[in-house]
Each structure stands twice: as structure tokens, then as C-alpha cells.
């Protein structure tokens, strides 16, 4: 049986694989590199451009969840 998204954004955060790079609160980013299956992949956060992370996968992938995992997003109607 084949792991799914959440199951292995949770096993990658288990094992280490999350390497935050860069947090910048101003500007609403967070940037961090996964260690996936053979390569590294880098994923981010903005509060202008939402998630993206380099693999081929399409959608969501368990390396945008990982990090999603561990970043706290504020909603734009609890800014003041």
C-alpha cells in the first residue's frame, strides 16, 4: 500500500528531513529544504504568492506539507 501526502509529511518531519533556511515575518515568508526520496527538495511560503516547492510532484506534495506542518499561516482577517 502506497503512503499517503499526510503520512509521510509526518515521517519526514519524524526523520529530520525539514531544514528551515529562512523565516522573514515582515514579509510573510518561510523557506526550507526537505530531504526527500534521493534529492532535496526546497519549498516556501509567502503571504503574496501561497505554497511552492520544486519537485515534479503535482499539487500537494509531502514536502510543502511537511513544512505546512510546522508554519503557523495568519488568516489576512486577523491582521489589524
Do not use: F, Q
Amino acid at each position: 500500500m502506497r503512503e499517503s501526502v499526510i503520512a509521510k509529511s509526518h515521517r519526514y518531519l519524524a526523520e529530520g528531513r525539514l531544514s528551515i533556511r529562512n523565516v522573514d515575518e515582515a514579509l510573510g515568508t518561510v523557506s526550507a529544504d526537505v530531504r526527500g526520496g534521493g534529492a532535496v527538495y526546497t519549498v516556501s511560503y509567502s503571504r503574496r504568492g501561497g505554497w511552492t516547492c520544486i519537485c515534479p510532484a503535482r499539487g500537494r506534495c509531502c514536502h510543502r506539507e511537511a513544512l505546512a506542518l510546522v508554519v503557523a499561516v495568519e488568516r489576512p482577517e486577523a491582521r489589524p
